[in-house]
């Protein structure tokens, strides 16, 4: 059994930062691509960010884009997301997700196998 496991969400003021970790353990296996996605309250789950392994490919979403960067290690199946300029809309539950198969979007929940338990991530105004 796969388990992703996030750390370092908490209270933040706006315009603060943090670092979101997420590492895998359980059963060994090879990601394709590994992401966060978000998810405030009454809303749906939506991507914030991911990275493809193979080449190092990020992606971001156009409202973080500039004041988040992931990062990782593949052999590790570990990712971290750095989140700086925090704005309280960026107020959510944060999950980290892996993906073990090469075809679909790595924007796409759907191309995402393994999911983490999430962290809250709260921002003051």
């Known amino acids: 059994q796969v388990q992703l496991v996030e750390s370092g969400g908490g209270l933040v003021q706006a315009g603060g930062s943090l670092r979101l970790s997420c590492a895998a353990s359980?059963?060994?296996?090879?990601?394709?691509?590994m992401g966060w996605f978000r998810q405030a309250s009454g809303k749906e789950r939506e991507f914030v960010t991911g990275i493809r392994w193979s080449g190092g490919t990020t992606y971001y979403s156009d409202s973080v884009k500039g004041r988040f960067t992931i990062s990782g290690d593949n052999a590790k199946n570990t990712v971290y997301l750095q989140m700086n300029s925090l704005k309280p809309e960026d107020t959510a539950v944060y999950y980290c997700a892996a993906g073990i198969t090469f075809s679909g979007s790595t924007r796409s929940i759907n191309s995402y196998d393994y999911w983490g338990q999430g962290t809250q991530v709260t921002v003051s105004s």
């Open positions: 359980g059963r060994s296996f090879s990601s394709y691509r």
